[in-house]
C-alpha cells in the first residue's frame, strides 16, 4: 500500500500546455516537500509547504498544501520542455506509528515529458 | 562545493557477494539516509541516522545495513546481494530529520545477476 499516491504516473504534452501533478494520502503530514529530478542525478528541492492552504508560486509553478495537510498540487502552467523530469512529492507524517514519526516518505513520482 | 558524495557510480555483483556503498556529506548536517529508487516505486527508505552514533530502520530494511562511522560519513552494505536488490541507491543529508530538506548524492546503480 502506497502511503502517497501521487497521480497521473506519466505525462507527455505539447509545450505551452498547463498540468496539474496530484500528491494524496489518507494521513495528515507535518510538512510536504516537492521535489525534481533529472535523468542521471539525484532529487533536488523545489518546495517546502507547512501550513495547511499554504500556497507557493516558484515562476510558472505554483504548489498548493490542502486545508486539511492530506494532500498537494503542483500546477505547471505554459510548460516548456525544459521543464521535463521526474517530480516527486514527499511528505513528513505526523501521526503514522511511533516508528516513522518524522520519516519522509515519497510518492511514486510523476515523470512529465513537454515536446516543443 | 561538493554536498553529498557517493561512491561508486556503477556496480555489478554476483549473487551472494558482498559490497559498501560509501556517502559522504560536507554540509555539517546532522541527518543521514539511504533510499533505494525503483520504477514506479519512487524513492523508499531502507535506513536512517538521525544523528551520529544512531541508525533507524526506514520501509525496507530487509538485507541491508548501514554504519554512521563519524557525522560525515553514512555506509550502506549489502552482505549477500539478490537480484531483488538491484536498484539505483541514493545517499542523502539532511540539516535535522524529515521537515528539513534533503540532499541527494547522484546515486549508486546497482546491478546484481
Known amino acids: 500500500t502506497q502511503l502517497l499516491e501521487q497521480s497521473p504516473q506519466f505525462l507527455s504534452i505539447q509545450e505551452g500546455e498547463n498540468l496539474t501533478v496530484y500528491c494524496n494520502s489518507s494521513s495528515v503530514f507535518s510538512s510536504l516537500q516537492w521535489y525534481r529530478q533529472e535523468p542521471g542525478e539525484g532529487p533536488v528541492l523545489l518546495v517546502t509547504?507547512?501550513?495547511?492552504?499554504e500556497v507557493k508560486k516558484l515562476k510558472r509553478l505554483t504548489f498548493q498544501f490542502g486545508d486539511a495537510r492530506k494532500d498537494s498540487s503542483l500546477h505547471i502552467t505554459a510548460a516548456q520542455p525544459g521543464d521535463t523530469g521526474l517530480y516527486l512529492c514527499a511528505g513528513a507524517f505526523l501521526f503514522y506509528g511511533s516508528s516513522n514519526t518524522g520519516k519522509l516518505i515519497f510518492g511514486q513520482g510523476t515523470t512529465l515529458q513537454v515536446k516543443p | 562545493n561538493a554536498g553529498v558524495t557517493q561512491t561508486p557510480k556503477f556496480q555489478v555483483l554476483k549473487t551472494g557477494q558482498s559490497m559498501t556503498l560509501q556517502c559522504a556529506q560536507d554540509?555539517?548536517?546532522?541527518?543521514m539516509y539511504w533510499y533505494r529508487q525503483d520504477p514506479g516505486m519512487g524513492l523508499r527508505l531502507i535506513y536512517y541516522?538521525?544523528?551520529?552514533?544512531?541508525?533507524d530502520k526506514g520501509e525496507v530494511p530487509n538485507g541491508y545495513n548501514v554504519s554512521r562511522l563519524n557525522k560525515r560519513e553514512f555506509s550502506l552494505r549489502l552482505e549477500s546481494a539478490a537480484p531483488s536488490q538491484t536498484s539505483v541507491y541514493f545517499c542523502?543529508?539532511?540539516?535535522?530529520?524529515?521537515?528539513?530538506?534533503?540532499?541527494f548524492g547522484n546515486g549508486t546503480r546497482l546491478t546484481v545477476t
Open positions: 509547504v507547512v501550513t495547511g492552504g
Open positions: 542523502a543529508s539532511s540539516r535535522d530529520r524529515a521537515n528539513s530538506p534533503l540532499h
Open positions: 541516522s538521525a544523528s551520529e552514533g544512531t541508525t
Open positions: 554540509m555539517n548536517h546532522n541527518s
